[in-house]
């Protein structure tokens, strides 16, 4: 009996070891499975095609959620720009000009808004921020493509 006691405990450890692995922090992934090897953010693709209506869902996002130290129109310019700067020495990203500091492709853009970028993390990621999933991301990259530069 002892025998059978312990293969039950073995099961229900390795059990209990599986569902704790698969209950994630609700983060989101550029539509990897689970367990898959990460992506390259240069070569990661947009699934969401820029329509109209992604680009409407992607700035009314941007404007909740990136406006105030973004501006109004990605120029870097928001109500917060100047705070951040001031305190933590932190220039706000200009999303109109040629210059971008943290990539340039979909996936990269992508990979900032999920991750955050910059010194300290001043830019917050939205990872597992709740009611925000990859398909609202991926409309704020086009409606971030649609008011910056044209990728090369």
């Not at 404007?63 to 020495?89: F, V």
Request: charged share 25%.
């Amino acid at each position: 009996m002892q025998n059978v006691s312990s293969i039950t405990k073995t099961i229900l450890i390795l059990t209990l070891f599986a569902l704790a692995s698969a209950c994630s922090r609700g983060e989101s992934s550029p539509g990897l499975a689970p367990g898959a090897a990460s992506v390259n953010p240069k070569t990661l693709v947009n699934p969401v095609p820029p329509t109209e209506k992604s680009i409407a869902a992607g700035k009314r996002r941007y404007d909740r959620l990136c406006s105030d130290c973004h501006g109004p129109d990605g120029k870097g310019d928001g109500t917060m720009a100047a705070a951040l700067e001031k305190e933590w020495k932190v220039k706000t990203s200009d999303l109109t000009d040629e210059k971008w500091d943290y990539g340039s492709t979909d996936g990269e853009i992508f990979v900032g808004i999920r991750d955050g970028v910059g010194k300290k993390q001043a830019m917050k990621g939205l990872n597992g921020k709740p009611g925000i999933v990859d398909e609202d991301m991926w409309n704020m990259v086009n409606y971030i493509r649609s008011i910056g530069p044209k990728p090369k």
